[in-house]
T-cell receptor, first 114, second 110 residues
Framework: AQSVSQHNHHVILSEAASLELGCNYSYGGTVNLFWYVQYPGQHLQLLLKYFSGDPLVKGIKGFEAEFIKSKFSFNLRKPSVQWSDTAEYFCAVNEPSGTYKYIFGTGTRLKVLA | DTGVSQDPRHKITKRGQNVTFRCDPI?????LYWYRQTLGQGPEFLTY????????KSRLLSDRFSAERPKGSFSTLEIQRTEQGDSAMYLC????????FGPGTRLTVL
């Protein structure tokens, strides 16, 4: 069965620090990859997605992620975080066929200090 | 605003009562999903509809849970004889390429 691991459960950074959140998945076949963000009191929103092509994906709000197939990883990065990036971040994968249901990681709670 | 709406946003009930939640997906999305999210966890898949057909159910969906999507539009999720372990956020999503999530219904079972 597929699984997704997010090893950083809580991250605290100061504004302007660089961010990298890890995401590893276990599945031998082709997958689609996603990062979602949940700001306090709001619903899950898509940050970026990878289906195929360039493994470096750029998303909204200055976020990017790199798909490394050999490492089964899809880490999220941002060069300089802002206080408004305080949120919970979820990595998800799905198979590009069938139901397309998501398998989520447990999430990483990011707090950015002003 | 993603366009997926859920009602109610919060529900407090006593153990043993039945509850029903509603999800209205984005109108052109024929695929609809229900997930459950508990504290400290990511959302977990419960069930999937393509149009009105329920095509997959998770093992998490016990016999006390039932979901419908009449006419392939809105969907309902009913929990019968609620238990304290049912307390969670219940999320609905609809998709074309990626899934768009609603705000969720937070269920508290006392």
């Amino acid at each position: 069965a597929q699984s997704v691991s997010q090893h950083n459960h809580h991250v605290i950074l100061s504004e302007a620090a660089s961010l990298e959140l890890g995401c590893n998945y276990s599945y031998g076949g082709t997958v689609n990859l996603f990062w979602y963000v949940q700001y306090p009191g709001q619903h899950l929103q898509l940050l970026l997605k990878y289906f195929s092509g360039d493994p470096l994906v750029k998303g909204i709000k200055g976020f990017e992620a790199e798909f490394i197939k050999s490492k089964f990883s899809f880490n999220l990065r941002k060069p300089s975080v802002q206080w408004s990036d305080t949120a919970e971040y979820f990595c998800a994968v799905n198979e590009p066929s069938g139901t397309y249901k998501y398998i989520f990681g447990t999430g990483t709670r990011l707090k950015v200090l002003a | 605003d993603t366009g997926v709406s859920q009602d109610p946003r919060h529900k407090i009930t006593k153990r043993g009562q039945n509850v029903t939640f509603r999800c209205d997906p984005i109108s052109e999305h024929n695929r609809l999903y229900w997930y459950r999210q508990t504290l400290g966890q990511g959302p977990e898949f419960l069930t999937y509809f393509q149009n009105e057909a329920q095509l997959e159910k998770s093992r998490l969906l016990s016999d006390r849970f039932s979901a419908e999507r009449p006419k392939g539009s809105f969907s309902t999720l009913e929990i019968q004889r609620t238990e304290q372990g049912d307390s969670a956020m219940y999320l609905c999503a609809s998709r074309i390429d990626e899934q768009f999530f609603g705000p969720g219904t937070r269920l508290t079972v006392l």
